[in-house]
């Protein structure tokens, strides 16, 4: 498996197993699950308090528990949704810290991730509260998702403490970061730049992509695993995958982790079989025009 040093600090999984959809799976299921994933060279694992209204966060810790792996893997959890707005007060993010902790069964999260951008951001009061989290140890780590650049920029005038990650949706089906730069100063709705360089923002500052729904497409959208609509890129990523002896949906994952920005794939899979076949992607290095051979499918068009 690929290890990655997340935001230059943390070593990890290139591979994350992401805790959304487990909600309802029973123990013995996510036993199954965590310890394929455990096996199979995963330590670290995403999910956050609004996850099944707290349920993702609960299955975790208690499969961790249970499997008493918890001091051999890291946890990411996120707060900042709540159920009619965004909320990155200092107040929510020190009460939501505290009901994670509890949930999770543990008494450190590895990495405190903001979810998603709140309009009403007060970056101090959000240094406060990290600075207070830190300082305990509820919290070692801390990171942000789906936030471009300026976002981030704006949120470090009151930060103490660095920005691990930026957690995105990325993948086959959802790579407007990269079209944006293939297709620069071109008449293409490629072009357009909808994140001002986040990508490249990232790079530049240490600052580990985390790709969120890598198998799907559009948002929150269907896999375009066997969907009639990406025929060519079925039928490429099959290709791929005999070649290196790896599943379709393995040679996706392998895609994202060939980019240089040394980013990672969550994988949102509850099949322990599944999960198995994408962490072979950990020890796949597709060649650059592999690579291209792939986006290509995807965006049906020549280079520019
Ligand atoms: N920061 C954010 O805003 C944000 C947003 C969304 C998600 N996330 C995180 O990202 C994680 C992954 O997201 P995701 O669940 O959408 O990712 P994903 O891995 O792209 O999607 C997983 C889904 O694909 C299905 N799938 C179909 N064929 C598959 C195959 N051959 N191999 C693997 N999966 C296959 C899975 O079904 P099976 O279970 O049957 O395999 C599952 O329903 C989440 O769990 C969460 O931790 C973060």
Redesign the pocket.
């Known amino acids: 498996m690929k290890r990655v040093v997340i935001g230059g600090t943390l070593e990890a999984s290139a591979i994350v197993l ?4 487990t909600a309802g799976i029973d123990d013995s299921q996510a036993q199954r699950l965590i310890g394929t994933a455990y096996e199979n060279g995963i330590d670290l694992y ?2 956050a308090d609004i996850y099944g209204g707290g349920e993702g966060e609960r299955i975790l810790g208690r499969t961790l528990a249970a499997l008493g792996l918890r001091d051999s893997v890291m946890i990411e959890t ?1 707060c900042g949704i709540r159920p009619a707005s965004f909320d990155f007060s200092k107040e929510y993010i020190l009460a939501s810290v505290d009901g994670s902790l509890e949930r999770l069964q543990t008494d450190h999260i590895d990495i405190l991730t903001l ?2 951008p709140d309009a009403l951001v007060e970056p101090d009061e959000v240094g406060e509260a990290f600075d207070i989290l830190k300082s305990s140890g509820k919290v070692l780590n801390f990171a942000v ?2 936030q471009n650049a300026r976002q981030i920029e704006l949120l470090k005038t009151g930060l103490h403490t660095p920005l691990l990650a930026d ?1 995105l949706q990325f993948g086959l089906g959802h790579a407007q970061m990269i079209d944006e730069g293939i297709y620069v100063n071109t008449p293409r709705d490629f072009a357009v730049d909808r994140d001002g360089g986040t990508l490249e923002y990232c790079r530049i500052n240490g600052i580990t992509i985390q790709c ?5 497409y559009g948002f929150f959208g269907p ?1 375009f ?1 066997g969907d009639e609509k990406y025929k060519t890129l079925n039928e490429r990523l099959a290709e791929i995958g005999d070649k290196y002896g790896i ?1 379709p ?1 393995a040679v996706a994952f392998a895609w994202i982790l060939r980019h240089p920005a040394n980013m990672q794939a ?6 322990p079989q ?1 999960l198995k ?2 962490c072979a992607a950990g020890d796949v290095t597709l060649t650059r025009s592999e690579w291209y051979y792939l986006y290509t499918a995807v965006t049906g068009e020549r280079l520019p």
């Open positions: 992401g805790f959304w959809r995403d999910t996120k979810h998603r998702s789906n957690q969120w729904s890598p198998l799907m896999t695993l599943t949906a969550l994988t949102g899979t509850r099949d599944h076949e994408i």
